[in-house]
């Protein structure tokens, strides 16, 4: 069955962490979803020269390149993936839509709204997604899925926290993530961005926001934390906050909805399992109840092991993929794409502007 | 309507902390029972005349005395409270039986199966009790309705623990639960007499038992932990386990029960909490579930506070008491009694011949 | 030893749920703490005659009155204590201290900022308190005892939540909690306001703060649901959030703190536990750990039970009262007292103008 | 560097579930480890040829085969890795042995002791493993180190439970693992198995041992449920229980260890925690401690992602394959290997000789 597929030759402009994870990715998809392409991993692309052969090797990309624009420029290339830091995203997105190539790029897409929607505009034609990667947790799936289903019904409150503690380790803050050029912001790209997307794709719009941000470290450039205060369009107010001073938390992503059928609950520090408490049963028999979202019947279940059986933080950009090729060869459109990200950017200047105004802000 | 209420004089024989416990459920179970009697704290018995007027004073007794069988001779007194070692329960018990008292008892009920049920024979026709005082947790008496509702289906597994790490802690060990003569057993009478006995309350008798005890202080006269295997009668099997070795753990009073439609479990440092795993659930919804039990419908929600407002360790006394004395309002039986621990104390009697003899013992 | 006590003749205006928890710590706190003081419940006083008879009665109050006006003019009380709704706070506290008496208070104070203060200057000098009770949960005691012995470092995020799902029940949402002319507001006096108090008493004042308030029901006259941004005078920032329609929370009031040293983390459906991560440990061993707060060494733990026997809702009245009495007989100063509660009518105050206005409020 | 990797060509007997798992392992162990080996999928042994070619074109197998001595005998494999049912672990290893070749074999490693035995015997000298890959579980391999390092003090109790609920599905219910003839045992060989390596692993030698087995399907061949209690040789006791019939569990393999120091707890189920008391901290500072074992400096965490991204079952093989091939590399020893495996072995028939016998039995 193999002969059958269509190879997809992947560049990767970047070598970090998580082009760690995206080459994990590309490498697993196939094993997990049955998609009729084969993913070649063509050719890697950084700046540092050592760290990128040995990275090349590990991951088994067939060949390295320093400089991005040449990459783009090769006719053999499909797909370019983006896991560069932010302020390449830009140049580095526009070049490949104008090459025709499949653009795939990391959160947040870019340094500005204005940006954003430049960057919008160019793919528009072309497939492309950003890797909101926490939409594809099964137990976030789930979640929307009870929430469509009326499960929790009109929803009162949502809740938002994305905390880490990395900010505090002067080991960890001095990378590109810590300065305005390279990031644009701190907390607020690198955090927040993912929390509004799910934010809104599990509770819709949101119709004004009024903000705050903070920088502990006196001499900092970026954020260190964002909080803000919301009004969704569905009627419902919500509260978000993300930090990297919140010490005691290495990566606790959640969120809380309660609506009047219902409550859900979820923390991506156990990422397996989501909170759901029903309040539509008898009285004495309501309680939250935790729900292990490795099957039967959730979603990602007949991709991956057996009930019982967990996966990891890897898993939320294999499943991305898997949907993202599915919906290739299906010709249908895919979320989250450049103009979902769009719609998280201009909630992210938004909550700049409000915090910098210390007023609400409308994002009618 | 005070007025109208019987006056019941009680007198308590023994000081130490469960007689506190137990003055504590005689001032408060007409705040939180409606009962037709006012019950008078009229006197407490103990040896050591210091400690002995500061508790009758603090927790408001009429009188002390020291000689317990002056108490149980006094005419005055209609209800006697054991509240002492083990080793007096029976010679107490006896004598007040014999005063024609109502008689409550601590458990272990006695030193031994003879002892036991020399004492039910004694109370025979009077009302009596014993400090089963866990089958008064809202929370285990809302698990015992869920299974007798059917909620569980047939059981499968019962697991049972009492961990507590009061055995290693040199201070704590001196005292009369840790001698053979004035105790008995260790960890068999002090911990596994309340499991057992929520054991045959949750999952009915036990036909067969294999056990096994030990003693970590190769000095000490009683065992630190005994364990056994079991055959119920229902057909269901199970685990046993009392320690005072298990550091880490304050009082883990723990039940787990496995049937074909769901599953129980609780823990007594979490006493407000029952989980429940409903199997007869579609496969994707199906979760334990945390239920609050403090109403609404839940057992003894309407006595104390609202919903979401706990309740800790005393009021399980206190509810004894009050379906104690409801029960004698209405002439009718009330459990556990005496009998109840006959029971519980031929259990105990087959655990210790089959640590001895290393084999199996049958319950028939 | 009893003769030697003072006996106070206790007079509680209001007879409600808070009436009975009121009541209860009365009878109680001479059982569990060492107090000279004797206190007599001598009269209750309430609309409903009924009601008030037999609340009387299984409570033990000696007599009954109608008219508080009545009941503060007599000699024979000592202590007035206000159980009564909102709307009757200041004109019964004003009256008790005319009439010199001690005078305990139900949160929230006052209607506004304004009764808030006359009602402290009526008392300066008079032995008074405000029932925010939750202070003297052993586990909130003990994070406070943490926080300044420096375990936590600079604060960075403090969290707070209380939330409640009784709005959403038509059944409990038409008494005087829900009119203005007797609550003056919704969630943010009646939950709110305890939120305020643990903030101060945790983590210091509040700079400036901005918030929102929404009703969920059209006709409803308060707020359901009240949240703030703030800025603390100690440099740390936090979110607080208060709802009566957090469906799945029957009284879920937590906060949790950042800081540079440490976590904590508490939820009052959870009393007996308080989790605390300590940022100075080993890399490796840094958890989260759960603290059972009943001892060894914990606030109050010598008060109650042994550890590892929790204790509930009602104690925290009672450790409140214990700890009041004993700062009488000591000729100290109380808190809370009328004072706390007036800065916490002023953070209300500002919340409701921020929320009017839709802008920062200063609270220097 | 890749071409200066060796290549081995690996020929795997099985394609079911286990076999994708172990497919999974073959292709990532050289992503997440640095070993000088390059590991070929070259050929897949199954009978079904259908379901057989499907699993090969989606897991990248070069090859595939129904005769597994056809596989055996060609000499361009250098590693058999046995994933087929059990009855056929002992003629695949015994071939593989004396063809030469590097043996895996799944759990149990044979049908019985004397088969385990020979099994033993012949792959002396050969590279071997045994897939008892829970002992690669970060937090498990951290257990034991923290243990080693005295952190848990002299062990007094260890508790091992392995709670499934797949016998109580009939659909579930009917493959090889049900029949005598193909499995040898039901939830002894297939869960118990991992547990008693556990035990070894964690706590050392068992000297003695008393077990029951039971079947609650009448018609069924093989124990539904195990349950044994233990005497270790370091002093400490022990129970031991593993069941097909524990509804509301998916795969809670857990273990408990008490020690004069400290308290280990563990759950499959929340496989990236482990939860650890030390009983050396102050009193009141003693908790149990969630500790996240995804670094820093816990095992494996270099190889996997950063600290707060969780892993999933998978990555359990991939250590395994990471240690093997390491240890391969260095001519050093592996374990758990087949002399570990005979180790269980012998424990699996004592446990089934004393459920026989119904009376203890030594290991000694």
Same sequence: chains 1, 2, 3, 4.
Avoid at 280 to 294: D, K, S, V, Y
Avoid at 310 to 315: C, F, L, Q
Wanted: glycine content about 8%; some cysteine.
């Amino acid at each position: 069955m193999t002969e059958r597929k269509q190879t997809l030759n992947v560049a990767m402009i970047g070598h970090g962490f998580i082009g760690r994870v995206h080459s994990n990715a590309f490498h697993q998809v196939g094993h997990f979803f049955d998609i009729p392409y084969k993913l070649h991993l063509k050719v890697v692309c950084g700046r540092d020269r050592t760290k990128l052969d040995a990275m090349a090797s590990q991951w088994g990309w067939e060949g390295t390149e320093t400089d991005w624009r040449a990459v783009i420029s090769r006719p053999d290339i499909q797909i370019v993936d983006i896991a560069a830091p932010n302020v390449l995203h830009a140049p580095i997105a526009l070049a490949a839509a104008q090459a025709g190539k499949i653009v795939l790029c990391e959160k947040p897409l870019a340094m500005s709204l204005e940006e954003a929607e430049a960057m919008a505009k160019a793919v528009d034609g072309l497939p492309n997604l950003v890797w909101f990667n926490y939409r594809r947790v099964p137990a976030i799936a789930f979640a929307r899925a009870l929430i469509n289903e009326g499960r929790t019904g009109q929803t009162f409150h949502y809740r938002s926290t994305y905390l880490h503690q990395s900010g505090t380790d002067p080991a960890r803050a001095s990378g590109w993530r810590f300065k305005r050029s390279e990031a644009g912001s701190g907390a607020m790209g690198d955090l927040l961005s993912h929390s509004v997307d799910l934010g809104f794709h599990l509770n819709g719009a949101i119709t004004e926001l009024m903000a705050m941000t903070h920088t502990f470290v006196p001499e900092r450039e970026v954020d260190d934390a964002v909080m803000f205060l919301a009004r969704f369009t569905n009627g419902s107010i919500g509260t978000f906050e993300a930090s990297r001073f919140a010490v005691g938390c290495r990566n606790r992503n959640t969120f809380e909805i309660h609506g009047s059928r219902g409550m859900l609950r979820f923390n991506m520090e156990n990422m397996n399992q989501l909170e759901f408490y029903d309040a539509t049963e008898a009285p004495n028999l309501q309680g939250t109840r935790n729900l292990m979202i490795t099957g039967p019947d959730h979603p990602y279940s007949s991709n991956f092991w057996k009930p019982g059986h967990i996966i990891g933080y890897e898993h939320t950009f294999i499943a991305t993929l898997g949907d993202f090729f599915g919906a290739l060869a299906r010709h249908e459109g895919f979320h989250p794409d450049f103009e979902d990200a769009v719609l998280v950017q201009r909630a992210l200047s938004a909550v700049e502007r409000s915090a910098v105004s210390r007023s609400w802000v409308s994002l009618k």
